[in-house]
């Protein structure tokens, strides 16, 4: 089964890979360009398109896979034949499953068609929050698209809101992280592997083949768009790319099956320590805006990602070194759910603390006055704060 799952990232990839390629030639002709000026910091008109690719990397197998569920009823296993068995189980499971993929499928394609609308037309941010709120909330209401917190002691309504919460949240996370080449892509490859790693160890099937896919799509963008880029994602692909990680962080329960939930509660708080990087960015500088009396959702130039450079790192380095802050919250995440010691656990998340206070350490660090020469070129590269604003 592992092998089955990993598979469909070479699908995924192959689609992306061929679908990116094709939008880098398509979308200068069709004028679907980022174009410089204002606040981006690139210097020649680069192509969008890309989140087309990342959604159809995802979306064409799903959607392949849904019809052909609906379409061949499983036959009954034969009663001595446990290979055949388990296929019989695993089939009418992604019978069961396939109404809320179905859901999942048609907002992820919303999401997409309004960050298509955003990167032609550059939606203000209220309205592109409102929607947002809409999609997500029509999915999780009327899909069952929630995280299950009944072992928690929480009900139905508590379960709808804090999923409802979260997605929202890891879309904008990965929106907000859309200020580099390679970056947010790159980032969201990092924590859907250990996503996917997490959730092939405690067989949770159905999660891993939406991560799997997820990753193989990423993967297949990130040949055209590590720096230096030579095609965007916008905010068709950004959207989409953290609304399905949120969706599917939702799903998993970090739970092996059939063991005592007690004995790992804190398996729980598994994407809050793989995502802490992407969620403290957000955070951080949300809350700089907000205090210097800006709306939390315009661009600038606050970002980890942008300190990094000022202090004289190159903007490659800068998102290499995002990639492995990432990793080394992800990789403690992996192992939290086969924990049954809570110091094990208390260790993890003081490790996740620790990693998280040396990036506050750097953002705390005095900024280097720029020259004007220092301002020109950093004016001549890659792409701006995506955020909820974009500029035509």
């Not at 880098?24 to 004028?31: D, E, V, Y």
């Not at 909330?137 to 999923?163: C, E, N, Q, Y």
């Not at 955070?283 to 700089?288: A, G, P, Y």
Request: glycine share 8%; charged share 10%.
């Amino acid at each position: 089964m592992p092998l089955a799952i990993l598979s469909l990232a070479g699908v995924s990839f192959l689609i992306s890979w061929i679908v990116t390629g094709l939008m880098k030639r398509l979308a200068p002709r069709w004028g679907f360009v980022d174009r410089p000026g204002g606040r981006k910091i690139h210097s020649n008109p680069k192509p969008l398109g890309g989140g087309v690719a990342i959604l159809l990397g995802f979306a064409l197998p799903v959607a392949i896979g849904l019809i052909i569920v609906a379409t061949h009823p499983a036959s009954p296993a034969p009663p001595h034949d446990p290979d055949a068995r388990r296929l019989a189980a695993y089939w009418s499971g992604a019978r069961e499953r396939a109404p809320m993929m179905a859901g999942v499928l048609a907002a992820a394609l919303l999401m997409h068609l309004l960050g298509l609308w955003d990167d032609r037309k550059a939606l203000g941010p209220y309205l592109k929050l409102i929607c947002q709120f809409a999609i997500i909330v029509g999915m999780v209401t009327l899909f069952d698209v929630r995280a299950v917190l009944d072992k928690l002691g929480m009900g139905r309504s508590a379960s709808i809101i804090l999923s409802i919460i979260w997605i929202v949240a890891i879309t904008n996370a990965f929106n907000f992280l859309d200020n580099m080449d390679g970056l947010s892509a790159g980032v969201a490859a990092v924590c859907t592997a250990a996503f996917l790693v997490a959730s092939i160890s405690i067989e949770q099937w159905f999660v891993a083949a939406g991560l799997s896919l997820l990753f193989g799509a990423l993967v297949g963008f990130l040949c055209f768009n590590f720096a230096p880029a030579s095609i965007f994602m916008g905010d068709s692909g950004s959207l989409v790319v953290g609304f399905l990680l949120g969706v599917l962080t939702v799903r998993g329960t970090y739970l092996p099956e059939n063991e005592r939930f007690g004995a790992g509660w804190y398996a729980v708080f598994a994407p809050l320590i793989v995502l802490a990087v992407p969620l403290y960015d957000l955070v951080v500088v949300s809350t700089i805006r907000m205090v210097r009396g800006r709306s939390p959702f315009v661009g600038d130039t606050n970002h980890f990602s942008h300190r990094l450079v000022a202090r004289g790192m190159s903007r490659r380095t800068a998102v290499l070194c995002l990639y492995l802050i990432t990793a080394a919250t992800a990789v403690a995440a992996i192992i939290l759910p086969h924990l049954q010691s809570p110091l094990l656990a208390k260790l993890i998340f003081l490790q996740t603390w620790l990693i998280l206070g040396v990036v506050a350490l750097l953002e705390q660090h005095p900024l280097p006055t720029p020259s004007k020469s220092s301002d020109s070129a950093t004016a001549a590269e890659s792409k701006a704060p995506a955020d909820l604003v974009s500029t035509p």
